[in-house]
T-cell receptor, first 116, second 112 residues
Framework: DVKVTQSSRYLVKRTGEKVFLECVQD?????MFWYRQDPGLGLRLIYF???????EKGDIPEGYSVSREKKERFSLILESASTNQTSMYLC???????????????FGPGTRLTVL | AQKVTQAQTEISVVEKEDVTLDCVYE???????LFWYKQPPSGELVFLIRRNSFDEQNEISGRYSWNFQKSTSSFNFTITASQVVDSAVYFC?????????FGTGTSLTVIP
């Protein structure tokens, strides 16, 4: 079974703190994604990565950065957390199929971040 | 612009009723993929189905069926004889190029 794990289920931080959210997948997937999920807004893509050290901006990258130093690990960084970054953060991974097509995404359990 | 619309925010049905979840998408790309995911109360999204833009065949998997119509840009999901375990938030998603676009989700409650 594909397993995507996230470092914390719940996290409380203070405004201005640097926050690291870690995601690890164990199935050798090339692609990894970070989303935030907010009520009434669905899932919005923050960043994704299609290879080690490669990253692409999603729809809402402002205020976030990412790091992918190893294939299995994709980190989301909030350089200076703000209250409007209080949200559920979901990590996902997927394979490339032949023809440059994404296979389905496998999601982690999520990290509920509260910024006070 | 790419967009996915799930107009139904919340639906409640009584157990054993059939229910259809609507999904309308927008894209100018000719090659794209559509997905449905289920998010149970535990929180982890679970993949249900993927459909590519060149395959309009409807699909049935047990009590689940999907109706893909390019003419109306819709990819609707029907649960037949609903069960309490079907209670969850369901997301429709569009993949074009290397981006994914999710709808806002439909929260389904099945009442015993």
């Amino acid at each position: 079974d594909v397993k995507v794990t996230q470092s914390s289920r719940y996290l409380v931080k203070r405004t201005g703190e640097k926050v690291f959210l870690e995601c690890v997948q164990d199935m050798d997937h090339e692609n990894m994604f970070w989303y935030r999920q907010d009520p009434g807004l669905g899932l919005r893509l923050i960043y994704f990565s299609y290879d080690v050290k490669m990253k692409e901006k999603g729809d809402i990258p402002e205020g976030y950065s990412v790091s992918r130093e190893k294939k299995e690990r994709f980190s989301l960084i909030l350089e200076s957390a703000s209250t409007n970054q209080t949200s559920m953060y979901l990590c996902a991974s997927s394979l490339w199929l032949a023809g440059g097509v994404y296979n389905e995404q496998f999601f982690g359990p999520g990290t509920r971040l509260t910024v006070l | 612009a790419q967009k996915v619309t799930q107009a139904q925010t919340e639906i409640s049905v009584v157990e054993k009723e059939d229910v259809t979840l609507d999904c309308v998408y927008e894209t100018r790309d000719t090659t794209y993929y559509l997905f449905w995911y289920k998010q149970p109360p535990s929180g982890e999204l679970v993949f249900l189905i993927r459909r590519n833009s060149f395959d309009e065949q409807n699909e049935i998997s047990g009590r689940y069926s999907w109706n893909f119509q390019k003419s109306t840009s819709s990819f609707n999901f029907t649960i037949t004889a609903s069960q309490v375990v079907d209670s969850a938030v369901y997301f429709c998603a569009l993949n074009t190029g290397n981006q994914f676009y999710f709808g806002t989700g439909t929260s389904l409650t099945v009442i015993p």
